[in-house]
């Protein structure tokens, strides 16, 4: 049976920004899997939240991680929450997909490891851009912001960025980088603006 994820920002005073936006993706996940326990599993996902929040770390920003299947929460938990820094970027080409926010990484891990020299890798396939092993990615042209039109995953964020038209969704071949100077990565705990490089500072895989 398949795990999935949910990880969520949570501000200071408990408050969730993009809560519509993973109740949409959640839904989305068992309406392909099992539609029949989309509504309860819901529910318990702010049962399970309220209750952390009580005893849980507060005046801080914290991630609420959940570990789900179609048959209800496996695991639920609340922890204080930093964000990495990332200053480098490589390029890796992959060929798995990751279109559900499956608990099984293995993939992802696997190609980030093969990078230990990087603070984390953009992955490339078919030659196209998609992700960083935990984020989606915009690319600055000088006017507009860019997102890849297929990445790995659909994030939350990105989907929000989206529909109040701060990106615009493009698909990017990597022999295009020249084009932008800026790279932002972004994730549902990570807001927009808070980790941008430079494109020059990105390296290729000798492998693509």
């Given at each position: 049976m398949s795990l999935f994820i949910e990880s969520m920002r949570v501000e200071p005073d408990g408050?969730?920004?993009l809560l519509s936006y993973h109740q949409a993706r959640v839904s989305s996940t068992l309406n392909d899997f099992d539609q029949n326990t989309k509504n309860t599993l819901l529910e318990e996902f702010q049962k399970r939240l309220q209750k952390l929040l009580q005893n849980g770390p507060s005046d801080c920003i914290r991630k609420y991680r959940v570990i789900y299947s179609i048959k209800g929460i496996k695991e639920a938990y609340l922890t204080t929450y930093s964000i990495r820094p990332i200053a480098t970027l490589t390029f890796t080409s992959i060929t798995f997909d990751y279109s559900h926010k499956f608990a099984d990484r293995i993939n992802i891990n696997s190609a980030?490891?093969?990078h230990p020299a990087t603070d984390d890798i953009l992955m490339i396939?078919?030659?196209?851009?998609?992700?960083?092993?935990?984020?989606?990615?915009?690319?600055?042209?000088g006017g507009d912001w860019y997102t890849p039109e297929t990445p790995l995953l659909a994030g939350c964020r990105r989907q929000y960025l989206i529909d109040n038209g701060q990106i615009l969704t493009k698909k990017i071949r990597i022999e295009?980088?020249?084009?932008?100077?800026?790279?932002?990565?972004f994730n549902a705990l990570i807001p927009f603006g808070r980790i941008l490089i430079p494109t020059q500072s990105l390296h290729l895989d000798s492998n693509l």
């Open positions: 408050s969730v920004p980030y490891h093969q396939k078919d030659g196209f851009l998609t992700d960083t092993s935990y984020g989606n990615i915009a690319l600055y042209d295009e980088m020249n084009s932008y100077s800026y790279l932002m990565i």
